[in-house]
């Protein structure tokens, strides 16, 4: 799942941007095994998420980044997981999930500015699952304007899913429920970008292979109309080529949904550009896809190091970012892994994407950031000794036919041990300009700031320095709370706290 973003226009902003950091005081309870999210804004506080094991809270932070208030979600079932929150600007819908013996549970409560309970919690669905059996299956999502939710789950038995959709309004009103049958072939499909638009319309993708490893062959748009009860399947030419990964993007602005992936011209073959195409819902048709070469010249600013052939196959599609004339932007990284322990052997794609841990995690925020969703800041547990390179940003623009106009790379080279939270980067909209924020210098608490306009012009702008001594930020789960403030999670000697940015 992916952010919705609108660009206007960007415009050539001569400012200098001036940032004021600050910091909240220290919990002595939020340890780095503590998982949060950043709930938003609501009524001039910052809420924040926050659980270990069983025990669940929300901490208010009014604008100066002290603790108002502590809330307790005791009325939270012991096995209680998968919360989702869905903020609006006084309130917010929490969507959480409990079992209990075989009977799994998905309910909805609606909290206030300072996170108490406005009303009891109501059941939406349940399920029985077998005792051994993946608990974690109903996801909560937004559209963009938040005027409609969708909680549905994916339940695997045997070689099919059942699916099943609720549909609400704002007010959780439910609007339509629907159970469908999925064929699954778990050694070749992928079904993926669960999405809703602004008209309720549920759409998601599937991808097909050929085998049980590599790229795909085929891929088909799946949409579930508002108050309809059909599912209706879209093939999408693919020509001879492979792809993975497709990225689904819904452009509510255009009544258009944007398809990209890296594309090969064979099976584990090497990238050699990008595959797009659009599917138009006034005309309900695809358009005929284009596959963007990429050139040799982007491709050797790209490379971190090897053959330039190779360039690009650690590049991973993070984002795709729409403009308001029918163009986008698509951000993708080079990401890999190595284990330093007794097997040297390294990470590659083709081991992600055949990974049962692969999945699209982005999650619509109102001010069009690309921010991570529930923090699994425990990354502690894998056996071997995992160290981490996230390198080069590549950053390529599109006009609404899907003809690329510019490519651009922001410089980065970055890797850690055990962990990835200190590492990649966050996208931040702000002065006409697309921001990228990432770590340049751990130890000395530095926040590299680039900027790109909508000619491709890149700009580097003052870093982002911490004056506070102790303090590691965690860029990658950054959230945009205001059009221009935004709150970083840090680690501070082993406690987590979180730093105000008002740019």
Not at 169 to 196: A, G, P
Not at 453 to 471: A, M, Q
Request: with cysteine.
């Amino acid at each position: 799942m992916i952010f919705i973003l609108i660009i206007g226009c960007f415009f050539n902003a001569q400012l200098t941007i001036a940032q004021q950091l600050t910091f909240s005081d220290i919990d002595r309870q939020d340890k780095a095994d503590l998982n949060f999210e950043i709930i938003g804004k609501m009524n001039s506080n910052i809420l924040i998420y926050k659980n270990t094991r069983w025990k669940h809270k929300i901490t208010v932070l009014d604008n100066s980044m002290q603790e108002v208030e502590t809330v307790f979600l005791d009325f939270l079932p012991e096995k209680t997981f998968n919360v989702d929150f869905i903020a609006y600007p006084n309130h917010a819908f929490m969507v959480y999930q409990y079992q209990k013996k075989n009977i799994l549970y998905c309910m909805v409560v609606k909290l206030d500015a300072m996170g108490k309970k406005l009303t009891k919690p109501v059941q939406i669905d349940s399920t029985q699952i077998p005792f051994y059996a993946d608990n974690k299956i109903y996801t909560t999502i937004a559209s963009e304007n938040k005027e409609k939710i969708e909680v549905f789950k994916l339940h695997k038995k045997n070689d099919n899913y059942t699916l099943a959709t609720n549909l609400f309004d704002k007010d959780f009103k439910r609007i339509h429920q629907n159970r469908q049958q999925l064929s699954y072939d778990e050694r070749r499909d992928t079904y993926t970008n669960f999405l809703v638009d602004n008209e309720g319309n549920f759409v998601f993708t599937k991808e097909t292979k050929e085998g049980n490893r590599g790229g795909s062959n085929k891929l088909s748009l799946i949409q579930l109309k508002n108050r309809e009860d059909t599912l209706t399947f879209l093939p999408i030419n693919l020509s001879t080529n492979y792809i993975d990964n497709v990225i689904l993007k819904i452009d509510n602005l255009n009544n258009r949904y944007l398809f990209t992936s890296f594309y090969y011209k064979k099976n584990r073959g090497n990238i050699e550009g990008v595959f797009s195409t659009v599917y138009n819902k006034v005309e309900h048709k695809i358009s005929t896809p284009t596959f963007s070469v990429i050139d040799d010249s982007i491709r050797n600013a790209a490379k971190s190091n090897g053959q330039i052939r190779l360039a690009l196959n650690d590049f991973f599609i993070q984002q795709i970012v729409s403009k308001k004339d029918g163009g986008y932007i698509v951000v993708s990284e080079d990401f890999s892994t190595q284990n330093t322990g007794g097997n040297n052997s390294p990470f590659n794609r083709w081991d992600y994407f055949n990974s049962p841990y692969n999945f699209n995690s982005y999650y619509y925020n109102p001010y069009g950031g690309f921010n991570r969703p529930f923090n699994n800041f425990n990354n502690f547990n894998n056996p071997q000794r995992v160290r981490y390179y996230y390198s080069n940003i590549l950053i390529m623009s599109f006009n609404k036919t899907g003809i690329q106009e510019w490519s651009r790379v922001i410089q980065k080279d970055q890797y850690d041990d055990e962990t990835d939270n200190f590492l990649s980067y966050v996208l931040a909209p702000f002065n006409g300009e697309l921001h990228f924020l990432f770590n340049s210098d751990r130890k000395n608490q530095l926040i590299a700031d680039h900027s790109i306009n909508v000619n491709g012009d890149v700009k580097r702008n003052p870093t982002l320095k911490s004056r506070e001594k102790g303090h590691q930020f965690m860029p990658r789960l950054t959230k945009q709370v205001g059009a221009k403030q935004f709150i970083i999670p840090c680690d501070y000697r082993g406690f987590i706290c979180f730093a105000k940015v008002d740019v």
